[in-house]
Each structure stands twice: as C-alpha cells, then as structure tokens.
C-alpha cells in the first residue's frame, strides 16, 4: 500500500471512532453539570440582591431551566444539530460567538507553549541521551525534575515578578498594550512580547516529561540492530541520530503530544487567570463561578474536538514517521 493510501485508511478509521466519542462526551458533559449545585438563575438573582422568588422562577422559565433534565437535553441536542451552542444568560449573548472571541487567544498560547515543549523538551532529551549517565544528562535531569514538581501557577507568579517586577523586560499580563493602535510587524510583536512568560509558564511542565521522554526512547532505540548497521556503514554519529535514532523515538513523544493537548487546555485556566489572558481557560473558569452551563458545555465541547483531531493528527504522523505501523 501507498503512502497516500495508509494515511488515508488512517483518516478514516480515526474519523469512524471519532463519531461515537463525540456523541458520548455530549451526553456525559451534560448529565455531569447538572448535578452540580445552583443555576445561572441562582446567580443573577443573587447579584440583583432583591430578587424574590418569582423573580428567580421567571428567570428559569425564561432560560428553560425549569424544565426536566432529559428535556432540557434533547433541547441542547437540538441546538447541536442545528449546528447552534445556545445562548448564554451571563452574556445574553449567542455561545458560539463569546467562545469565538475567546478561542483565537487560547489556541495560539497552546500551540505556542505546545511548540516551546517539544522542541526544548526534545533537544534535551537528545543531549541526556547522548551524555547518558555523565554531568549534562544529571543536570538536566535535575531541572526537569523541578519543572515538573513545582506547580504551574507558582511558576507563573515567579517569572513575573523576575521579568516584569526585577527585571521590567516583559508585561505582567494582557494580551496586548492597551490603546496602542499597533497594526502588521509592530501589533504581532506586542502580542508575542505578552505571549512570552504564559506560554512559557504553561510549558515548562510538559518541557520535563518530552525531555525524560525522549531520552529513554533513544536509549531504547540505540540497542537496536538497524543502529548498529548504520554505525558499521560508517555514517557519523549526528546521521545516526537525527536520521534513525531521533525519528523513531519520537513516536512515543508525539503519541504523548496529543494526549497532552486536553491538559494544556486545563493548565489554561491557571495561567490565563494569573496572566488575566482572555482565552477559554478563563472563561471556563468564570462560568463556573457564574453557573453558566451553556458556556461550561460549550468549551468542554470545543476542547473535546481539539484532543480529537490532535490524536488524528498523532495517528497520521505516526504512519508518516513508521510505515511498519499496520493499519486496520
């Protein structure tokens, strides 16, 4: 079979097992939340401070909360047929459109702290690797083991007060300078310089488990045969590495990558709120506080599809990095 053609058969079979996953995760999410204490009524009365009981009734019936649950879920079943994610009491707003303002600003601190993850975590594993059991593999040993120990939020509040307090090079938090009016080069470097430490604080965890990753796989994959042959053809050694060594141990890593996406999301809502990041970590995090179910369901649904396609994506690379991998 073709390359084109295993990628394919792949497609479609993570796409096959894709559908039920959605459908399960929908239910799930939904019969969840509702066991949870309180509604958006609840709240909105609550901030009012003179709302009497019919008043929190009226609100109910307004929103459809005084219907029963399983009415209450095939109306939300059927807004997700009609391709509609409700509508947001908090907001009085359509859900799809506060989670489109949100969303831009979360997928690129993912990508970003995704990609600063697995290229250092990578690049350290490499160098523990090929200095196994000397200085440079137990140093960065140790400062992994202190990534991955020390909570992200402690992480974050200290590289703000080095950097921005001490220091004063990056923006304690935002997204962007307020009132700046910068457009093209100028407005895309702002957002990175803002970008910096919660991307940053939000990898550093993951930075840890690539780099012990990636060197245990290329320790493992040094004791195989083809790495030998290799050697006695006399190619040099950053050949074998980069070349077959690093190709094939990066399956476990990228395997773990994808997992890992749905954790990313949950460490958003720790860093977006240290950093006062807009994205769909915080919003989560104030619809909690606000009870706004819509909102709550319409992330966990958004995040469910990003790990999804991010294991899609794991599966196609997998069969791009290793043809050996039999498809069924």
């Known amino acids: 079979m073709s390359s084109i053609g295993r990628l394919a058969k792949t497609f479609r079979r993570t796409a096959l097992q894709a559908i039920p996953t959605v459908i399960g995760i929908v239910v799930i999410n939904f019969l969840l939340l509702q066991l949870a204490p309180g509604d958006a009524a609840d709240v909105l009365a609550g901030e009012s401070g003179s ?58 601190l993912m990508l970003t702290a995704l990609a600063i993850a697995i290229v250092i975590g990578i690049s350290a594993g490499v160098v523990m690797a090929s200095f196994s059991s000397r200085w440079p593999d137990r140093v960065i040993s140790i400062v992994a083991i202190l990534f991955y120990s020390i909570p992200g939020f402690w992480i974050g509040l200290m590289l703000i007060v080095l950097f921005s307090v001490k220091l004063g090079w990056l923006p304690s938090g935002g997204s962007e300078t307020i009132g700046a009016g910068l457009t093209g080069a100028g407005a895309l470097l702002d957002k990175l310089r803002y970008m910096i430490l919660p991307a940053t604080s939000l990898a550093l965890f993951y930075v840890a488990i690539y780099a012990r990753l990636a060197r245990a796989a290329m320790l493992e994959v040094n004791t195989r045969d083809f790495v030998r042959t290799a050697a006695a053809k006399g190619l040099s050694p950053l050949s ?53 179910f819509s909102i709550l369901l319409g992330v966990l649904l958004l995040s469910s599809f990003v790990v999804i396609i991010a294991n899609m994506m794991v599966d196609l690379l997998q069969a791009w990095l290793d043809p050996r991998i039999e498809v069924r």
């Not at 209450?72 to 908090?90: E, I, K, T």
């Not at 989670?99 to 600003?105: E, F, K, T, V």
């Not at 070349?243 to 996406?261: C, E, F, K, W």
């Open 240 to 292: 074998i590495t980069l070349r077959h060594v690093l190709r094939n141990a990066l399956l476990p890593v990228t395997t773990v990558a994808g997992m890992h996406l749905g954790g990313l999301l949950g460490g958003a809502v720790v860093v977006e709120t240290v950093y006062s990041w807009p994205g769909l970590g915080r919003l989560a995090f104030e619809a909690v506080m606000s009870r706004d």
């Open 51 to 108: 709302a009497t009981m019919e008043t929190v009734a009226a609100l109910r019936a307004r929103f459809g909360l005084d219907q029963p649950v399983l009415v209450q879920l095939v109306a939300y079943l059927d807004n997700l047929a009609h391709f509609s994610l409700g509508f947001s009491p908090r907001y009085n707003l359509p859900v799809a459109e506060i989670i489109g303002q949100r969303l831009p600003g979360t997928l690129s």
